[in-house]
């Protein structure tokens, strides 16, 4: 199956402003936060390309290359990356970009599996 035109237009964008309630001691954003996020886009994304019932089983890997500081915006984009029987992967990137300058970087990328689960909670087949 050619999942090429589902993925593309699964692929989710959501922004977040980063407000002073979502940061740390080092007014920069709070690495739980940050990945409280990315798995709900991680979440969304799955859910926009089945349309089925998802649980996240596993986070591979999150880096945190750069801190995000307060009063920043912060594109998440995820994307289906791998599509296997009742498991897909989907990776997650943050870009934060300051308000008031045209600047944008990559500041954290994290890879998610998420499982379609039946009405029992049991693995069921993404596409029949
Ligand atoms: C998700 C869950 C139903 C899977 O049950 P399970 O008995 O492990 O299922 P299986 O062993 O049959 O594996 C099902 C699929 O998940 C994959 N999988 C299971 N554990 C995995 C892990 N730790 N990492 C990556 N993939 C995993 C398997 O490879 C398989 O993929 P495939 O169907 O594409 O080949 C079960 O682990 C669960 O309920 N976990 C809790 C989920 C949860 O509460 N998440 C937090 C809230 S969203």
Redesign the pocket.
């Given at each position: 199956m050619n999942y090429e035109k589902i993925i593309n237009d699964s692929e989710t964008h959501v922004f977040k402003v980063v407000f002073p309630n979502t940061t740390n001691h080092h007014n920069t954003m709070f690495g739980g936060k940050v990945m409280e996020m990315m798995d709900e886009v991680a979440f969304i994304t799955a859910t926009r390309f089945a349309r089925k019932s998802f649980?996240?089983?596993?986070c591979d890997r999150i880096d945190f290359k750069r801190p995000i500081p307060a009063d920043t915006l912060v594109e998440l984009i995820g994307r289906v990356r791998y599509v296997?029987?009742?498991?897909l992967k989907v990776t997650v990137e943050i870009f934060m970009e300051e308000m008031y300058a045209n600047t944008r970087d990559k500041v954290v990328s994290g890879d998610f599996?998420l499982?379609a689960?039946g009405k029992d909670?049991?693995?069921v087949r993404i596409f029949e």
């Open positions: 649980v996240t089983v596993s296997g029987n009742s498991s599996t499982v689960i909670k049991k693995p």
